[in-house]
C-alpha cells in the first residue's frame, strides 16, 4: 500500500507540477505515459473538469516529491495508481458525493455512448435504454476495487488491457481476469433484473 496520502496531493495544491528541467527523465516520461490516463479515470467520478486536472496535477506533484521512495517500491506504477485512487477517492467523500456522478443520467448516457460493448455482452436489450444505463452505472458503483478500476479504463475510457496492465501496474492477464469477473458480477445482478415477472417481490431480483 501507499504510503503517500491523499493529503500529500491535497497539500501540493496551487504549486502544480515542478519545473519540467528539475525534474528526474524517468519521472518525465511516467508523466506522459499516465497523465491523460490518469484524468479519464479521475473525470469518470467527478464532474468538474478543472477539478479533475487540479487533483492529477497534485498527485503528479506528490510523486515528484517522493520519487526516490516511488522507485523503490516493487512495482512504482502500482503504488502511484493506489494514490491516484485513494486521491479520487478522498475527492469524492470530500464533496459529499462520493461516485455520485453514475447515479446522474448523464453519466448513464455516457455509459450508453461508449460502453456499448460492456452493455452489449450482458444484455443487448440495454444498449439504447437510459433507465437500464443508470442501473449499469450503479452495478459499476458496487463492482470491487480493481474491478471496478479496469471496467471504468477498457470500456468508459477505452484503453486497450495492455495499457489497463501499464497504469494499475499489474499484468495484463490479471487485467482480463478482471474484466472477466466484473462482466459476470453484472450479469448476475443485471440479468435477472430484467427478466423478474410482473407483481414479483423486490427479493426475487436479487
Keep these: 500500500m501507499s504510503d503517500i496520502q491523499p493529503a500529500d496531493a491535497a497539500d501540493a495544491a496551487g504549486t502544480r507540477a515542478p519545473n519540467p528541467a528539475a525534474l528526474p527523465i524517468a519521472f518525465a516520461a ?3 505515459l499516465n497523465a491523460q490516463r490518469y484524468t479519464d479515470y479521475a473525470f469518470a467520478h467527478l464532474p468538474d473538469e478543472s477539478v ?3 487533483l492529477v496535477d497534485d498527485v503528479f506533484v506528490a510523486l515528484a516529491e517522493h520519487w526516490d521512495r516511488v522507485l523503490t517500491q516493487p512495482r512504482p506504477a502500482a503504488y502511484a495508481w493506489a494514490l491516484l485512487r485513494r486521491v479520487v477517492e478522498a475527492e469524492c467523500a470530500r464533496r459529499d458525493e462520493h461516485l ?3 447515479e446522474e ?5 455516457a455509459l450508453i455512448e461508449r460502453g456499448k460493448r460492456i452493455l452489449e455482452q450482458i ?3 440495454m ?6 444505463g443508470i442501473s449499469v452505472a450503479r452495478a459499476i458503483q458496487d463492482l470491487p476495487g480493481r474491478q471496478h478500476d479496469v471496467v471504468v479504463l477498457r470500456f468508459l475510457a477505452c484503453y486497450e488491457p495492455a495499457q489497463i496492465a501499464e497504469v494499475m501496474g ?4 490479471t487485467v482480463r481476469s478482471l474484466i472477466s469477473q466484473a462482466r459476470t458480477r453484472l450479469k448476475a445482478r443485471l440479468v435477472p433484473r430484467r427478466t423478474v415477472e410482473p407483481g414479483s417481490s423486490p427479493d426475487d431480483e436479487e
Design 30 to 32: 511516467f508523466h506522459d
Design 52 to 54: 479533475v486536472q487540479d
Design 100 to 102: 455520485a456522478l453514475i
Design 105 to 109: 443520467a448523464a453519466f448513464a448516457y
Design 123 to 125: 444484455d443487448e436489450s
Design 127 to 132: 444498449v439504447d435504454d437510459l433507465g437500464v
Design 170 to 173: 499489474i499484468e495484463d492477464v
